[in-house]
């Protein structure tokens, strides 16, 4: 591709990863570890080392092989073309429905300035939708445009954040922080903690996805994924380490805005506004980077000639749009069949049809990346460093899916079934032609 098709530079890819990982889960996440107290802190310490090892793998991966698709490219390129179709699949469905999540959580903060949006089940369908197709428009005038929201709201929903936890820093309390005392043994503890907090670090990959739009992508591409990452991690245990030292275990379980709850203690009831405003923007700004990939996902598919050759297809300004208009009418649909629900029961069913198959690829790319440093070089002896890191992102894949509970795993695996019929037509079609 040529040098100025190549719009995402260092700044924008690290933007894209940052603001994919950071976005509605982090709000709660305080609430969610108020009844493990300290242990939350190990929690944390364990996902962010996990994350940093499958942050290390796509890094290593981007570097050898900086292809458009990302965990779809690495996972054909080490085990052929039906796992890395069934990774593809999965992964675009996981983006779609996780679209309509975001989106629907963007709506449940905006509930704070119009009550109505929560207490009107199709009103709120309407709000969420109506960003959906902000952002598809969006994305369809090109990625530099999509990029450009990108940074604007990355800046825009972290500021408020990193303030309250730099302010709430002198106001930290470590016996606040300790009086959580869950009913379980230390290790059942940060095993729950793990649990909560690994998944606020998927999305990590989103830099390796629109390789072919990513200047230098050899390099920017490792850069971005790491540093994003770690960003991550330090911002997400500072934040929650800090409104957990602030508000007391029994009333921060029962919040239901503990970053609203923290910033009202610190600096009165206008900054619950504050923080609202701000959720809503940082869902707006991740469904933004996820639009992105719903798009850019089956076009490098479609380019291997797994996905129908539509996807593939981009317009003059380089946009996947007959991947971003399907991948808009698909959330759509998610949407309206289940905004009867309300916003809460709505946004808890969609998220369990999202989260498996974004991990499933971590545990292939894992892998890959020890089979193609052997077929780059098979007489060049792999160093044992690499080999053992890339098994502990094994590991913690493992362990992820494991945390995602028996009921998602089953709907999961129903979801990378469901593929297979398509890859059979397509690979027919394929031999025919």
């Known amino acids: 591709m040529a040098d100025n098709a190549r719009q995402i530079g260092m700044g924008t890819a690290t933007a894209l990863v940052l603001g994919n990982m950071v976005g509605s889960g982090v709000f709660l996440l305080p609430a969610s570890l108020a009844p493990y107290g300290r242990y939350s802190l190990l929690g944390w ?9 499958v ?23 080490g085990f052929g073309d039906f796992l890395g179709f069934l990774v593809g699949w999965g992964y675009w469905i996981s983006v779609v429905a996780a679209n309509a999540a975001l989106a629907v959580a963007m709506a449940s903060y905006l509930a704070a300035f119009v009550p109505a949006i929560a207490s009107t089940p199709l009103l709120g369908a309407g709000v969420a939708l109506g960003a959906v197709w902000i952002l598809t428009a969006v994305n369809c005038r090109g990625v530099r445009t999509a990029g450009t929201v990108q940074v604007v709201t990355t800046i825009l929903k972290l500021t408020p954040l990193l303030v309250l936890a730099l302010f709430g820093i002198a106001h930290f309390n470590p016996r606040i922080l300790a009086s959580g005392s869950p009913a379980m043994t230390p290790v059942s503890a940060v095993n729950a903690c793990v649990a909560l907090t690994l998944w606020a670090f998927l999305g990590l990959e989103s830099a390796t996805i629109p390789a072919e739009h990513v200047r ?16 991550a991690a330090v911002f997400y ?27 009202t203690m610190l600096w009165g009831h206008w900054a619950g506004y504050l923080i609202a405003a701000t959720a809503a923007i940082s869902c707006f700004g991740a469904l933004n980077g996820w639009v992105l990939m719903v798009g850019e996902l089956p076009r490098a598919v479609a380019q291997d000639g797994l996905f129908p050759a539509w996807f593939g297809r981009v317009s003059g300004r380089g946009a996947p749009v007959f991947g971003l208009v399907l991948g808009g009418l698909l959330t759509t649909a998610l949407v309206l069949m289940n905004y009867q629900r309300g916003l809460v029961s709505m946004f808890t069913f969609i998220i369990l049809l999202s989260t498996l198959s974004t991990v499933i690829p971590y545990l292939f790319c894992s892998m890959a990346e020890i089979v193609l440093s052997r077929h780059d070089d098979p007489s060049r002896r792999r160093p044992v460093r690499d080999t053992v890191l890339a098994c502990g992102a094994f590991l913690f894949a493992i362990w992820a899916i494991a945390g995602t509970g028996p009921t998602t795993v089953y709907w999961g695996f129903l979801l990378l079934l469901a593929g297979v019929p398509v890859y059979v037509w397509q690979t027919g079609r394929r031999a025919t032609a």
Request: glycine share 10%.
């Open 45 to 53: 310490g364990f996902s962010a080392c996990g994350a940093m090892l």
């Open 216 to 231: 230098d992508a050899e390099r920017t591409i490792p850069r971005a994924t790491l540093l994003g990452t770690g960003i």
């Open 237 to 263: 245990i500072v934040c929650t380490t800090v409104v957990m030292s602030i508000i007391p275990a029994s009333r921060l379980a029962a919040s239901n805005a503990p970053f609203a709850d923290a910033a």
């Open 55 to 77: 942050a290390g793998v796509f890094s290593r991966l981007a570097r050898r092989q900086p292809k458009a698709g990302g965990p779809y490219a690495y996972t054909r390129a």
